[in-house]
């Protein structure tokens, strides 16, 4: 792997950790085809090995490093997490390497004095190879904490929700790399026939078990150039997020109101479930996040979507019982994306939760006056916090009689259907259903 390719990656993490950018966005600005194939996947392989891994890296160079961390220059700290993965994880690149380049790395970017640093901090580490897989913590939170690279309230707080056993292997799978999940635009194709075609273009393709709409691919490289995704023939989302418009199940005709629409996965779901006849107000808080969802839907070809600015926690009367169907995919802590964006875990703190619910409970106060008596509501999220799912939705329905759960479990794949569907809501784990982690209700309004 070459120093461009570090380089690279160093760039990219330091624009994540220190400037706060997505990882995956900041990924997609950065690598724009002047890279190789091998390259490029390395790049990826390091930013997210970092990302994933930050906690434990850190807690290594703490046990060789006589500055601490806090005092350290950004990039030095970061260019140490990029040699100390490789030399831990990347059997395929030679310890030397990972030292030689991660000094060339500190010579471009900082002091000889720092170059120094580097060179013997990872020389040590490299001699010491083996004795760096121990954790010295008998605590088990603070064990989990740092082997899994997650935040010590978080595991905290996981182990008291949903035990130790559980939360160990949620934290494995949430360092494992997820398969990319494209959505077929049944408007335009079916999924037998777009898996056909990208199987003879040499992509290894799988059906997914729960959405009826959706393919895993295997090696998804540069498949975005496809003629196919250009002409709106299928779209990148994740299975647990093409369930909501499943779930929603929504009729031709009808009037569909998505208070929190960007970047438009869901609303265009939607509106090929209702073959592009009907309309949908798709609304957001942000115009230049509007403008993804307006890139979606042309693309793929809806002409029933309607994208407006507006915040969602603000009550508009001229909505009152206009919709039949209502879809609050609520913003949240995103704790059931970290495998895909494992910055998250160290941008949350506790205390978010908390205030988030708040904003919630607006949403969904605001989106339920929006719907017609007998219309339906869909209220999800991307997380596995239960004070922002079953905790937040069994509470609005206690204090509005007139809502009440609607049963899903026809509308799921007979094969593999979901224990709490027939109830009226499903809560998706990435260590058991191999997807995002998600929340799923569906409420329906009473009629009078």
Known sequence: MSIGARDTALKILME???????????????????????????????VYGVLENRLYLDYIIGKFSKIKLNKMEPVILEILRIGIYQIRFMEKIPDR???????????????????????GILRNISRKKESIIDIDEKNKIDYLSIKYSHPKWLVKRWI????????????IENNN????????????????????????????????????????????????????????????????????????????????????????????HISEKMNNDGRILARDIYEHKLKLVKENYERLGSTIIKTEVFDATVFDENLVESADYVLIDAPCTGLGMIRRRPEIKWNRVEKDIKSITEIQKTILKNGSRYLKPGGVLVYSTCTIEKDENINLITGFVKENKNFEFCGFDHLLSSNY????????????????????GFFIAKLTKKNR
């Open 16 to 46: 994540v950790n220190q400037d706060g950018a997505y990882s995956n966005i900041a990924i997609k600005r950065n690598l724009k085809g002047e890279l190789g194939k091998l390259d490029e996947s390395l790049v990826r392989e390091i």
């Open 97 to 119: 390497a990972a030292v030689n380049e991660s000094v060339k790395l500190a010579r471009k970017h900082s002091n000889p004095g720092s170059v120094k640093f580097v060179n």
């Open 160 to 171: 008291g929700e949903y035990g130790e056993e559980f939360t160990e292997k949620l934290c």
């Open 177 to 268: 790399k997820p398969k990319l999940n494209i959505r077929v635009n049944t408007t335009k194709t079916t999924r037998v026939e777009l898996k056909s075609i990208l199987e003879s273009n040499g992509f290894v393709v799988s059906e997914t078990k729960y959405s009826l709409d959706g393919l895993i691919v295997d090696n998804p490289y540069r498949i975005t150039d496809m003629k196919e995704y250009l002409e709106g023939l299928f779209t990148i989302q994740d299975q647990s997020s093409m369930l909501v418009a499943q779930i929603m199940n929504p009729s031709k005709g009808s009037f569909v109101i998505d208070l929190c629409s960007a970047p438009g996965g869901k609303t265009t």
């Open 417 to 436: 259907s979901m224990n709490t569907s027939k109830d009226g809501y499903i809560e998706l784990y990435p260590h058991i259903h191999q997807m995002d």
